[in-house]
């Protein structure tokens, strides 16, 4: 099967069931705001495998979730947001947070995929309404935190980082209680990770999370 090749002049995807086995469904485009949003209303989401490298676009098949009605809280997570360690804000320092995760090492992972064009294209969303960020502090530095995608009332976690113990932790934590309260109903990981397992994500035929993606989107 040939891969898609993605037009820089036209806003246009192909059907996510044309997609490779692994969930590639095109190669090039560009990160303007337009595409990035009809990519994400349609399940689709941006990835590079190399900075200098083309644009891949992903839609993963079974896609990750995480249930906001069925968060698992472990019980030292637990012990650690009664302590008060930390404080959290929302959106008072998106550049900041981006730039944290991009410069953060990960287990199995060279270089970063979050380079200079990935963070100036989701600095224009923050800009425009579309992403948000939870920031982490502790004793007035920064100690964690994350961001992502918000449309409708879907939100598509990008990534986290810390720089204290259970910093990113507790800006998930954070995140869910202020998407709840938003009236949120869907949180999208993208990715099957052990991390985000831990607190209660599950994986969805992607048909299936289309159709949430659908309904949240329509709110």
Not at 92 to 119: D, K, N, Y
Not at 186 to 210: K, S, W, Y
Request: aromatic share 12%; net charge neutral; glycine share 10%.
């Amino acid at each position: 099967m040939a891969v898609y090749r993605i037009p820089e002049k036209r806003i246009w995807f192909p059907p996510l069931e044309e997609a490779e086995p692994e969930g590639l469904v095109g190669i090039g485009g560009d990160l303007s705001p337009r595409r990035l949003l009809t990519a994400y209303s349609l399940g689709i989401f941006p990835w590079y495998s190399e900075e200098d490298g083309p644009i891949l676009w992903w839609s993963p098949d079974p896609r990750s979730i995480l249930p906001l009605d069925a968060v698992h809280v472990p019980r030292s997570l637990q012990r650690v947001l009664r302590h008060s360690l930390f404080n959290c804000t929302l959106n008072h320092a998106f550049e900041a947070v981006i730039q944290s995760c991009a410069v953060t090492s990960r287990p199995g992972q060279s270089g970063t995929w979050l380079g200079r064009a990935m963070i100036k294209a989701y600095e224009r969303l923050y800009r425009l309404g579309y992403a948000l960020s939870v920031e982490v502090w502790r004793e007035g530095e920064l100690a964690g935190g994350i961001y992502g995608v918000a449309l409708g009332r879907a939100f598509f976690g990008e990534s986290m980082f810390y720089r204290v113990p259970d910093a990113s932790k507790a800006a998930l934590m954070h995140l869910l209680e202020s998407l709840r309260g938003q009236g949120y109903v869907l949180f999208d990981c993208q990715q099957n990770t052990p991390h985000m397992r831990r607190f209660g994500a599950v994986e969805i035929p992607r048909a299936e999370f289309v159709r949430r993606l659908g309904e949240a989107l329509a709110l």
